[in-house]
C-alpha cells in the first residue's frame, strides 16, 4: 500500500499508522472524522462537500479497509455502515436539526410581533412545529403561517360557523378524510384533537399538501379548495363557472408581507 494515498494523506497519514499499530482505537478516530467532517461543512456553508468528501471515502474503501487491516471478524456491510452511512445519516440530521431551530427562531419572532394569543412556551412549540412540517411536506413555513392568520388569526380556540376548529380552522370531516395516512386522529375525540394546536398543524398542513398534490401545486386552486372544499372547485371548474378569489389574494398577500420581512431584524428581536 502506497503512503502516499490522496485519501489517506487527507485524513492524517500518521493518525492511520497509529490505528494499524492499535495505538490508537478506530472508532474513536472514525468518530473525530466525522465531527471534523460535518464542523467544516457547517463553517463553510456547503452541506454537499460533505457529501462529495464522502464519497471519496466510499471510492477508496478498499484501500482504506486493507490499510487499516480490519479484524476478520467484521463484516463488509459492517465496515460500510460505521464509516459511509452512518456519518452520511449523522451529517443529514445535524443539517435538519440545525435548519429547523434556525426556521423556528424566525417563526417566533414573527409570531411575537403579530401578539397572538399564545403564551411564550406554546410559541416556540408552534414555531418548531412549523419548521419541520414545512421541512417535512416542502412548503414554505411563510405559506402556513399565512394560512393560519388567515384562518384564525392564530387563535387555537378559534371556531367558524361551519364548524371548523384551531389554528388552521379544520373541519371534523378531515379527521374521517385522513384516517388512513393519519389514522393517530381518528379514535380520538374530534374536539380534543382539532383544539390542540400540535395536532391541528399537524392535520391542517397534511390537509393542505394534499391540495396542492391534487390541483399540481396550483396555490390559487389549493387555496380556494382548503377554504370552500375540493368538490367546489372540481364542480365549478367542470361547470366552467368562475371561482372565489378573495380568500386566496388574501393568504398570499400575508405570505408576501412575510416573505419580504426584514429577517435580519426579526432574528435580532
Not at 108 to 118: A, C, G, K, T
Request: net charge positive.
Amino acid at each position: 500500500m502506497k503512503s502516499n494515498s490522496y485519501l489517506l494523506n487527507w485524513l492524517g497519514h500518521e493518525n492511520c499508522y497509529m490505528i494499524r499499530k492499535r495505538r490508537l482505537p478506530l472508532g474513536k478516530q472514525l468518530k473525530s472524522w466525522r465531527k471534523a467532517i460535518v464542523a467544516y461543512c457547517r463553517q463553510q456553508k456547503k452541506p454537499i462537500l460533505g457529501l462529495l468528501i464522502l464519497f471519496l471515502i466510499l471510492q477508496s474503501w478498499g484501500e482504506l479497509n486493507t490499510f487499516l487491516n480490519k479484524p476478520a471478524g467484521s463484516s463488509p456491510q459492517e465496515s460500510f455502515h460505521s464509516i459511509i452511512l452512518s456519518p452520511i445519516f449523522h451529517f443529514a440530521s445535524k443539517t435538519y436539526y440545525y435548519k429547523s431551530k434556525q426556521m423556528a427562531k424566525t417563526i417566533d419572532s414573527i409570531l411575537q410581533e403579530e401578539n397572538v394569543p399564545l403564551n411564550n412556551t406554546l410559541i416556540s412549540k408552534v414555531s418548531l412545529k412549523i419548521a419541520r412540517l414545512a421541512h417535512q411536506y416542502k412548503i414554505d413555513p411563510f405559506l402556513i403561517l399565512a394560512i393560519m392568520k388567515t384562518e384564525s388569526r392564530f387563535d387555537p380556540e378559534a371556531r367558524s360557523y361551519a364548524g371548523a376548529m384551531g389554528l388552521m380552522q379544520v373541519l371534523p370531516i378531515v379527521i374521517r378524510d385522513l384516517k388512513k395516512d393519519l389514522p393517530e386522529y381518528s379514535g380520538r375525540p374530534y374536539e380534543d384533537v382539532l383544539y390542540d394546536p400540535m395536532d391541528n398543524l399537524s392535520l391542517g398542513v397534511h390537509y393542505f399538501s394534499e391540495l396542492l398534490a391534487q390541483f399540481n401545486n396550483n396555490y390559487n386552486l389549493a387555496l380556494t379548495a382548503y377554504n370552500m372544499g375540493p368538490t367546489a372547485v372540481i364542480e365549478r371548474l367542470k361547470n366552467h363557472q368562475p371561482l372565489p378569489q378573495d380568500y386566496a389574494r388574501k393568504v398570499m398577500r400575508y405570505y408576501r408581507n412575510y416573505q419580504n420581512l426584514d429577517i435580519s431584524f426579526i432574528e435580532n428581536i
